[in-house]
């Protein structure tokens, strides 16, 4: 078993590498050979039609050698896929957990850095950051300024009534749907002979809430019409 080449790997031919016979040595004949012969056979897969069936069938294999851990779950083709990954596994170098120590120095490390900010940087140039500036450099920032003039008009009386809107059929308007939610949650916390008492009560409290609200809005609108009309 050899430690797979960047080079078969970029091929998606690692598999080869993981259960190669011959020495563990970068760079000599044999990687050389099986990089020039599966990079043809990789050219080749890439060229053929995509409606051949015996290629499609190179491409799937491909797909399955190149990454296993995504394909490991199929039945024909899956134990040997798990063993590629555990032959990967047992190549790879095993690294040390961090000690106690080793993290209260990158702790250390990061305090020691200097955490000035640009804005700020920036800011503490400003010769005025404490004082206001004198009183001609005042007069010149404010002659630069222009005010804006903006006419909010008034508001529009329509000249014929409008007729009310149907909003029963749109999502999340529907009044009565949320009155009977509203209910179903009052009477959740009731015993079952009591819960249709309860969700009656609930619904006719919030008709009646809602048509004081509608009054109420009427009887603003009128004061609103009665002080344009003077």
Known sequence: ??????????LGFQACCLRCDAKDVAGS???????THHKKVRDLIAKAPQSDELFQL?????????SPNRYDHDEAHGPVLREQQRLANSMAETKPLPSSEDIGQVFAEQAKRDKTSVVQTIGNQNP?????PPEDVLERMADTLEVEDIEHGVRTIPSRPIA???????LGEDRKMVDKIEAGRAASSVVEPLKEVVESATIAQRQRDRAGWEDAQSEVS???DDDLDL
């Open 1 to 10: 078993m050899a430690m797979p080449r960047r080079a078969m790997k970029d």
């Open 58 to 66: 190179a491409r799937d294999l491909l797909a399955m050698a190149a």
């Open 128 to 132: 005025w950051k404490n004082q206001l």
């Open 29 to 35: 004949d044999r990687c050389r050979s099986c990089i």
């Open 222 to 224: 009128e004061l609103l």
């Open 164 to 170: 009310p809107v149907d909003r029963s059929d749109r």
